[in-house]
């Protein structure tokens, strides 16, 4: 009897193939304030009006240059004037989706120049106000837009 209920007790504690797993990445507060609403974890961004990306956790670009991507932390020269806060961003949760870009460039380009997205700066969720720059946040300075980052 004594062997039958240890064998039923190791059968409980014992992993097996039946056991599941359950992750949850939540990142709200790596996310830059430009970045969109309704995202509890986000990994990348693309940027179709700038056909490039957006590494969230290295809070890098990544672009294409001479069929190599290149990672620099702040937006190359010629789009300095270009507002991060109006443009469309793709969200990916995978890493470095910009080995699929001949697929995201044509599937996103009708994304281009759409303004229908709203930034999390501009969010009224209180789950957002954790991020640095975000006018909820009574930790930073308020309502700057950091457009850099």
């Known amino acids: 009897m004594k062997q039958v209920v240890i064998v039923f007790l190791l ?9 599941a797993q359950i992750k949850v990445n939540i990142n709200i507060g790596n996310q830059p304030v430009w970045g969109p609403t ?6 990348y961004y693309y940027l179709p009006d700038l056909d490039m990306y957006y590494d969230i956790n290295r809070r890098e670009y990544v672009y294409n240059e001479n ?3 290149l990672y620099i932390n702040h937006l ?3 789009y300095r004037n270009y507002d991060l806060f109006k443009g469309y961003k793709v969200v990916f949760k ?6 699929n870009h001949a697929v995201h ?3 996103y380009k009708k994304y281009k120049k759409n303004h229908q997205q709203q930034a999390i700066i501009y969010s009224k969720d209180k789950k957002y106000y954790q991020i640095k720059g975000h006018p909820g946040n009574k930790g930073n300075n308020g309502n700057k837009k950091n457009k850099k980052n």
């Open 94 to 99: 995978e890493d470095k989706p910009f080995e």
């Open 38 to 43: 309704g995202y509890d974890y986000a990994r």
């Open 67 to 69: 069929n190599q991507w």
């Open 105 to 107: 460039f044509v599937k």
């Open 11 to 19: 059968s409980l504690t014992w992993p097996s193939e039946n056991n």
């Open 76 to 78: 190359p020269d010629r």
